[in-house]
């Protein structure tokens, strides 16, 4: 269990992080949203004690980073911003010096580095120097030294920034892979991430929290959520729209460009696709395309990180 | 094996991992014994001891421990790692003081490869070896304090060369304060006890009383303090600004 309360970070007149508080059992992957510069990094540097928060109370399974910091630190796996490391030693080196610093040593030493390397597929690039590596498996190194300790907490800031879409994959059904006994935080400003791997998703704003939901909770704030586009063959646009808009779940109708009709439905309601359906059997249209839209999660991010900065 | 010891290793190796170590070994020995043998006469002034060896060390380090200071902190800073070291279930201490003794212990690494001129100097007479190995030990105490205010310098920066400059300038000044024309300028201004201060900082006054082999406590408890006094600032430095 993790819980934050309160938390408040100030850099002189800048207020980076301005009183968050929430709590985030086992089995549960939170994800950090935000714009850039809205205080997810400054939040997660806190929550792994490498900053000192300015008030506010971070636990850790119970034990306060800042009164026991390295009692939570043994309990957490951290990879930071870009996955830093110390590029002029080889992966195994690496691995090898952060399993001893987190007090493994002989036979449960090479266990741990092994564990590690075959859960992100290091094994290739063993024996290589990290400033040799891609960035994907600079990446992977990151992840490694992370997961090497077997935590029950995990905070990834931007694990799939800067990948190519394989490799974000590859990242993300690792995360999802992960045991579900864990607590994983990852930030990120890809939305497609949340719905990918978090079973909850924060978006921050101005280093407050404007909305905690799950994935499926932001999509239905979506203007879009649940409304239904249609094209039907040898019937004007127009028509459609009229048609439409007599049914009662039925909000507004759009066209767009290429004659495809959009309906939005009354909030609320959610028998507008049947509706549909049974408006088309009843009229026996030839339906050329017919799709619900599941809500655009960009759109809500727009709309609540900007209305947050109004 | 604790946490202090394993971060000792990682650093140690990490000089070795990048041509940095060699460099820094090969200036140092090639300038070493250039300074002894041209510019400290060794031969022409016919004593079996190693004084022009040892009286040219204040001036090499203070260009060859700032570039091995440098990094210590400041790479740290601008790749971000310093993320990951400081986060990991280790103290501030541990973190600042394995990165000194590696630093120190290859500084003294550096100075025992430098000796085929004590060979030499055995073979050419009959040198008093006591002193000799004061010399090295005050030479390597003084590295100690060079490279302390090395890495408060280097935690205070990202910027390497700043780093360097900053260490270097440092140092410079505590060289010459013993010196005459540093004291003359003091001299009709300050009262009499800031000019005993200043004197009593001057690394070469210790240096030199250790050098010819005279190993009395006030010179080993001024390196030590000084030793402390700048990794304590490096660990106010750190615990106040490591993130910026």
């Given amino acids: ?310 | 094996m604790n946490a202090l010891s394993i971060i000792i290793k990682r650093e140690f190796s990490s000089y070795f991992a990048t041509p940095l170590a060699y460099v820094f070994i090969l200036v140092f020995l090639v300038l070493s014994s250039a300074f002894t043998f041209y510019l400290g006469q060794f031969y022409e002034r016919g004593q079996a001891d190693l004084l022009p060896f040892f009286n040219f060390h204040p001036w090499l380090y203070l260009f060859l421990i700032p570039a091995v200071s440098m990094r210590l902190w400041s790479e740290e800073r601008k790749t971000g790692s310093i993320e990951l070291l400081l986060t990991l279930p280790i103290t501030l201490w541990d973190a600042i003081l394995g990165k000194f003794l590696a630093a120190w212990a290859f500084v003294g690494l550096a100075l025992v490869g430098t000796f085929p001129i004590w060979l030499s100097v055995n073979y050419l007479g009959q040198p008093d070896n006591g002193a000799i190995l004061a010399g090295y030990m005050g030479s390597w105490l003084m590295s100690g304090a060079f490279l302390a205010i090395g890495c408060c310098m280097s935690a205070l920066t990202k910027n390497q060369i700043i780093a360097f400059i900053l260490t270097g300038i440092t140092c410079l000044f505590l060289v010459l304060a013993g010196f005459p024309m540093v004291l003359n300028f003091f001299e009709s201004w300050v009262p009499s006890l800031v000019l005993d201060l200043i004197t009593g900082l001057s690394i070469i006054s210790h240096f030199i009383a250790i050098s010819k082999g005279v190993l009395a406590l006030t010179d080993l408890v001024y390196f030590f303090a000084m030793m402390v006094l700048w990794l304590y600032l490096t660990h106010l430095a750190l615990a106040a600004k490591a993130a910026d």
């Fill in chain 1, 1 to 310: 269990m993790i819980k934050v309360s309160h938390l408040v970070k100030q850099f002189g007149p800048l207020t980076a992080v301005n009183d968050l508080s929430f709590e985030v059992g086992p089995g549960t992957v939170l994800g950090f949203l935000g714009p850039n510069g809205a205080g997810k990094s400054t939040t997660m540097k806190m929550i792994t004690g490498f900053l000192t928060p300015s008030s506010g109370q971070v636990s850790i399974h119970g034990h306060d980073i800042v009164a026991a910091r390295q009692a939570a630190q043994t309990r957490l796996g951290y990879l930071p911003e870009g996955a830093p490391c110390y590029e002029e030693m080889t992966v195994k080196n690496f691995l090898t010096f952060i399993a001893e610093v987190r007090g493994a040593r002989g036979t449960v030493r090479n266990q741990w580095v092994d564990r590690a390397t075959d859960t992100v597929s290091l094994r290739k690039v063993l024996d290589q120097r990290i400033e040799t590596l891609s960035k994907g498996y600079k990446r992977r190194v990151g992840l490694a030294q992370a997961l090497i300790h077997d935590p029950d907490v995990l905070i990834l800031d931007e694990p799939t920034d800067g990948l190519d879409p394989n490799q974000k994959h590859q990242v993300r059904e690792m995360i999802l892979s992960l045991s579900d006994q864990k607590i994983v935080i990852i930030s990120t400003h890809i939305l497609e991430e949340v719905s990918a791997v978090c079973s909850r998703a924060l978006i921050i704003s101005d280093g407050q929290i404007v909305l905690d939901d799950t994935p499926q909770g932001l999509r239905a704030r979506a203007a879009d959520h649940l409304a239904v586009s249609l094209k039907v063959d040898d019937l004007d646009p127009e028509a459609l729209k009229i048609a439409c808009q007599a049914l009662s779940e039925c909000e507004r109708v759009e066209i767009a460009e290429g004659g495809l009709v959009t309906v939005f439905p009354v909030p609320g309601s959610s028998g507008l696709l049947m509706a549909l359906q049974m408006l088309i059997a009843d009229k026996g249209w030839q339906v050329a395309q017919l799709q619900q839209h599941e809500g655009q999660l960009d759109e809500v991010f727009r709309q609540v990180t900007l209305e947050a900065q109004r």
